[in-house]
């Protein structure tokens, strides 16, 4: 019950930084369509991804987001730099970052948590597949996990 009021006063900002326009449009459909208090931010590419966080140029007013969504394989700056350049910023490092990627590369797994990625996924082919993992990470990090507040901490 305490759930679904926050939900409803509070929207949850999700920035998910991803260059293929039908995984866009499927996270959009999956993911609103189980929690409507999602509010759905886009970059892209890596680049736009940076300056929608830093609220830079055209995004200076851009809310923060709750959560970001990041594939690795990005035009203009890679998802590996992206997700460095978060990771050691002040203001940004807090932002849980899950990073969400057709790669299932050891490499890539090492490095994503190297950089210090709160999880790693890897997505399925199968729409089905996609769904289920969608409903995934909306169940447990917008519903279960207690994400940081915006507040500045001494």
């Not at 459909?29 to 929690?35: C, H, P, T, Y």
């Not at 690795?72 to 990771?87: F, S, T």
Request: proline share 5%.
């Amino acid at each position: 019950m305490q759930m679904n009021e926050k939900e409803e006063s509070m929207p949850v900002q999700v920035l998910l930084i991803e260059d293929n326009l039908g995984d866009v449009g499927l996270m959009r459909e999956v993911l609103l369509g189980l929690n409507n208090s999602v509010q759905l931010l886009v970059a892209s590419d890596g680049v736009e991804g940076i300056s929608l966080l830093r609220q830079q140029g055209t995004y200076v007013y851009a809310p923060r987001p709750d959560l970001i969504l990041l594939d690795l394989n990005l035009p203009k700056m890679d998802g590996r730099e992206v997700l460095a350049l978060i990771k050691s910023d002040e203001r940004l490092k807090t932002i849980p970052t899950v990073v969400l990627t057709t790669s299932e590369e050891e490499v890539d797994i090492a490095k994503s948590y190297q950089l210090q990625a709160n999880c790693y996924l890897t997505k399925p082919v199968q729409l089905e597949g996609f769904e289920k993992l969608v409903k995934s990470i909306s169940d447990f990090w917008l519903t279960k996990v207690k994400l940081p507040q915006h507040i500045q901490i001494a």
